[in-house]
């Protein structure tokens, strides 16, 4: 009876071991990969919120930059590493929606990964040299039409949101434009200022300076709303053109199969962390707007990725849009 009351009793401790080793995350330094390189804005957003999410989590929240292929690369690497919250990818978009739809990836984006929580974003806005005679939204559609083919809009290279932004312009205002393709969108905006193309859509973070300055013009932000940042240009709704709404907006997944408690810890860390003045401040410098608190939970982020791929699949298929 003794040796059997013992052995219960080594069972009933090796059981409690186990499962306080298991609660105890994290325990070691977790690793989130950026599928782009250093200091760009996805990267950049990735580094803010991960400083304040190693306090919550007592661990180094460390970034990975894995570049290639649109970001595919780094979000693959993701894939494939062991369910358990040491390895995260942060996507946006274009790696977590538009690539699907035009690189053969060897996951699925909906089904190899378990959301986490909706991160910063940033509109876009509808920009013409200064020289195009349109002064608002309305006239800037009715020039396109009237010069069907002849109008310049520079891209930022294939499957990029002022790429897939174009097609969705195309499609909404049965204008066709002559798409220019960039290495980004530096030189698209440098072209539009020197007036070599005639528009655009970028970016709002990266082009309200140039707008500021004088060197181009904005006819309305891609948003529901207006944007925080420059509120005296109008949205798409309000200037002629309701529904052409593209945010490039990001987001943290882990592998599929990571224990909801341990995406529940994450999550929790970033709504922590979107919640601190300091972040919330230096954001708002770079121009991101932070999701409300309804949208910042797990199943919030797999509804709204879901609803954009099926709202630009679509789209970026009829067009025959596929990887350079």
Known sequence: MKTRQLLFTAIAVAACTVSATAEVYPSRPVSVVVGYAAGGPTDSIARVVAEYMKTSLGQPVIIENVVG?????????????????????VGDWSTHVVNGAVYPLQYDLLNDFEPVALLPSTPQLILTKNAIPAQDLKALIAW????????????????????????????????????????????????????????????????????????????????????????????????????????VWRGLWAPKGTPKAVVSKLNAAIVEALSNPTVRQRLAQMGEEIPASEQQSPEALGIFQKAEIEKWWPIIKAAGLKAE
Do not use: F
């Not at 007036?195 to 904005?218: E, F, H, M, N, Y």
């Open 69 to 89: 292929a649109s970001g595919s690369i780094g979000a693959g690497r993701v894939v494939r590493a062991a369910p358990d919250g040491y390895t995260l990818s």
């Open 144 to 247: 396109l039409k009237a010069n069907q083919n002849k109008a310049s809009y520079g891209t930022s290279g294939a499957g990029s949101p002022s790429h897939v932004s174009a097609l969705l312009l195309q499609k909404m205002t049965g204008a066709q434009l002559q798409l220019v393709p960039y290495r980004g969108g530096a030189p698209v905006m440098q072209d539009l200022m020197g007036g070599q193309i005639d528009l655009s859509i970028q970016p709002a973070s990266t082009a309200i300076a140039a707008v500021r300055d004088g060197k181009i013009k904005a006819h309305a932000v891609t948003a529901k709303s207006r944007w925080a940042a420059a509120p005296e240009i109008p949205t798409v709704d309000e200037a002629g053109l309701a529904g052409l709404y593209v945010s």
